[in-house]
């Protein structure tokens, strides 16, 4: 008898790592770099040049994130978090494996591109067009993004350059101005610690909107309470290798159970 599908899975993906392997080539300085016949030996036996070492960041990931799900990268330090979503947004090419993603996800770092002499501004206005936004867009967002960022709950610091601001004040501007956009897949590497916790709770708000907009977000961060807060799913870096993917409130506890965890 034909097997019958009991199940229909009506989720729909939005990303889908497979088998992803992350390689860094490191050039290690004063190395030498020998002639064309060793050159020529090391493509051929797939040997690194002398003097350059390989970081191995992530090792065979694979999990598929669906439409609505807001998912935390949670894992110790250097154990690929970063990388991968790099990977996931394009901007980090893959040594092996595959990922397949649901139009073009957005990566929200901490050093997103905005210009430090520019003025917070000029950069709401740099972002939100780097972002894809028209004018017209960023001119009807502006003050949205400006009060979301609480930038200037303290004096008129958006006409002021953006290296006049503290580490935590850059970081809500950044989220601030990939907030005002609806995102595919929005991916956000460690932004929201800095707020505060008023701007904590917009973050938390805004993310549950993007998630009811059908996308995805991918939230790194090693502040578990926030994952716990602002995921229901989570996925556990060690090592470059995918130690657990579920439920967050389980892959937190396994987390911090194994002792690896901040305290
Ligand atoms: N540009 C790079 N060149 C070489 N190695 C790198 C580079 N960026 C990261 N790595 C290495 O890749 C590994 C994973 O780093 P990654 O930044 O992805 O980890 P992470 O989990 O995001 O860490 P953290 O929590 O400290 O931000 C580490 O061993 C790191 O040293």
Redesign the pocket.
């Known amino acids: 008898m034909a097997d019958t599908p009991t199940h229909t899975d009506t989720r729909v993906p939005t990303v889908i790592a497979d088998g992803v392997h992350v390689i ?1 080539k ?1 050039h290690g300085a004063g190395a030498r770099r020998g002639g064309a016949t060793a050159a020529l030996s090391r493509i051929f036996c797939r040997r690194t040049a002398p003097g350059m070492s390989e ?1 191995h ?2 090792k065979g990931v694979s999990f598929t994130a669906y439409e609505g799900e807001a998912i935390g990268l949670i ?10 979503l790099r990977a996931i947004a394009g901007l980090q090419p893959v040594a092996r494996g595959r990922i397949f993603s649901h139009g073009q996800p957005s990566l929200l770092g901490v050093n997103a591109a905005l210009m430090n002499d520019l003025t917070g501004e000029r950069n709401v206005i740099l972002g939100g067009l780097a972002m894809g936004m028209t004018r017209q867009q960023i001119h009807e967002r502006y003050d949205g993004i400006v009060d979301f960022s609480g930038i200037n709950d303290k004096g008129d610091f958006i006409s002021l350059p953006m290296r006049t601001y503290s580490s935590g004040m850059g970081a809500r501007l950044r989220f601030s101005i990939a907030a005002a956009k609806d995102h595919d897949v929005l991916m956000i590497d ?1 932004a929201l610690a800095t707020g505060d916790a008023a701007f904590q709770r917009r973050s938390q708000a805004r993310i549950a909107e993007l998630r009811e907009r059908a996308g995805t977000v991918f939230l ?1 961060s ?1 502040s578990l309470h926030t994952v716990r807060e602002t995921c229901d799913r989570a996925i556990w ?1 060690d090592s ?1 290798v995918l130690r657990m993917d579920g439920p967050a409130p389980e892959v937190c506890a396994a987390y911090e159970d194994s002792g690896r965890a901040a305290a």
């Open positions: 860094y490191v970081v960041a992530v894992g110790s330090n250097g154990s690929g978090k970063s990388t991968l460690e790194v090693h870096l470059g």
